[in-house]
């Protein structure tokens, strides 16, 4: 492989290592924390007991009552990762603990404060995102056990349990699959700048490889009931009609900040692929995803702009007028379409069972664990209402990625 070609005179352009990626697990954080210093006990138990607290109308007293505490005894990244966690869970729990009904203006101080400074320090922004949500919320059960769904459980939840529990760690499955695609981009890169064309088309067919188990893991969504995942609490308070003002982060600013919610489109797992495949997408999709790219961590960022920096393998490709590697990047694409196909299908089915859902319990009292929407962002809600525009950006990014096959000769 090219790991072993470190002695030749030509740089390598690319390694995981330098945009701190582990080849096992990808954009996941490896390993997670789940426990913090002793000195951050009061933010760990509320955010240990967060079904409870807001099942029964507490949260937001019990974050009032508690201590401002300095982020300063964080140390090392996963201290951080898991502070951010911890503090962004118990911020969307306090701001949305009645629904849509009697939402907050205003994040106290206690809270604001050591988590904007957080925020700060990870590049990332104070509100719930993927990279808390998926990429840094699992743990092994046995610690010696599997990377298996069996073995695995979330750090910490939000009512909706089960529901919620199947869709993190399907979510964190996917992530797991892509990770050999992630160096298989890498090994491309390099391929391209030696150039090798017998490492470009192994490359290609490893990244193919990975695609297609992505789309395997994520057939394990109807499997598992996870169709009530998409619930208020991964609303956004940018452009939420609940939300108009947005969120004023006490003793952060006296301006109100408006954030999006998290989403997959914050996984770098399908930018990074769309990159060194050149798929460019319409404006209104490309305007949203590059969004997206500001509530990804900085060095996953880094990743996808060095992809985007390096010489086009489309490029590369037709001008090799090579027909095997023109076969193996076709393939690439018509893979990644597939599974773009699968996630429509998914998101339709979802979108689907949760307005049946909403409209049984229209009338009733609404216990708020029931209170399942969805908030598509609003620069693609337009077209309608509901879950419309998220699906009509889901099946414009996914016809995209079917045109651009290159032709075959």
């Known amino acids: 492989t090219m790991e072993n070609n470190k002695n030749e005179e030509k740089p390598l352009l690319f390694t995981l290592r330098r945009f701190h990626l582990s080849e096992d697990y990808g954009f996941l954080l490896p390993n997670p924390l789940s426990e913090l210093p002793a000195f951050y006990g009061p933010w760990m ?8 607290l807001i099942q029964s109308h507490q949260l937001r007293s019990r974050v009032y009552k508690m201590p401002q ?7 090392g990244h996963r201290e951080l990762r898991l502070a951010h966690l911890a503090l962004s869970f118990i911020t969307m729990g306090f701001v949305w603990q009645e629904g849509e009904v009697e939402t907050v203006k205003l994040l ?24 808390d949500f998926v990429l840094a919320n699992w743990k092994k059960k046995n610690l010696n056990g599997p990377l298996e769904i069996e073995n695995l459980d979330t750090i910490f939840s939000l009512p909706g349990g089960e529901s919620l529990r199947g869709f993190i760690l399907v979510t964190f499955l996917v992530e797991k699959a892509a990770a050999p695609g992630l160096k298989a981009v890498v090994q491309a890169g390099n391929a391209i700048l030696q150039p090798d064309k017998e490492a470009l088309h192994k490359a290609l067919q ?48 006296d301006e109100p900040m408006s954030y999006s919610g998290g989403s997959a489109a914050q996984s770098t797992v399908l930018h990074a692929f769309d990159e060194l495949l050149t ?16 509530y990804m961590p900085p060095h996953h960022r880094a990743f996808i702009e060095e992809i985007q920096s390096a010489p086009s393998l489309k490029q590369h490709i037709l001008s090799s007028g090579n027909e095997k590697l023109r076969i193996a990047y076709n393939q690439c694409v018509s893979v990644l379409a597939d599974l773009r196909t699968y ?29 399942f929407q969805i908030n598509p962002p609003s620069s693609l809600q337009e077209r309608g209402t509901g879950g419309s525009g998220i699906l009509n950006f889901l099946k414009s990014v996914r016809d995209t990625t079917r045109s651009i096959l290159c032709p075959v000769s």
């Open 206 to 253: 490893e990244m193919a490889k990975a695609i297609k188990e992505m789309t395997d893991a994520l057939k394990r969504m109807h499997g598992n009931n996870t169709s009530s995942h998409l619930n208020v609490f991964r609303s956004l308070w940018k452009d939420n009609p609940a939300m108009p003002g947005g969120l004023i982060y006490e003793g952060v600013s």
């Open 108 to 131: 106290p101080q206690n809270l604001a404060v050591p988590y904007w400074e957080i925020s700060q320090m990870l590049g990332l922004p104070p509100i719930l995102v993927h990279a």
């Open 45 to 52: 138990e509320i955010a240990n007991n967060l079904p409870h």
């Open 69 to 75: 505490l300095s982020s300063q005894h964080l140390k």
């Open 343 to 371: 996630h429509v299908a998914i998101v339709t089915k979802f979108i689907v069972i949760a307005a049946a859902n909403a409209k049984a319990k229209k009338g009733k009292p609404s216990h708020w664990a029931g209170n």
């Open 279 to 294: 798929i460019r997408h319409s404006k209104e999709s490309t305007a949203f995803l590059h969004r997206m790219r500001d």
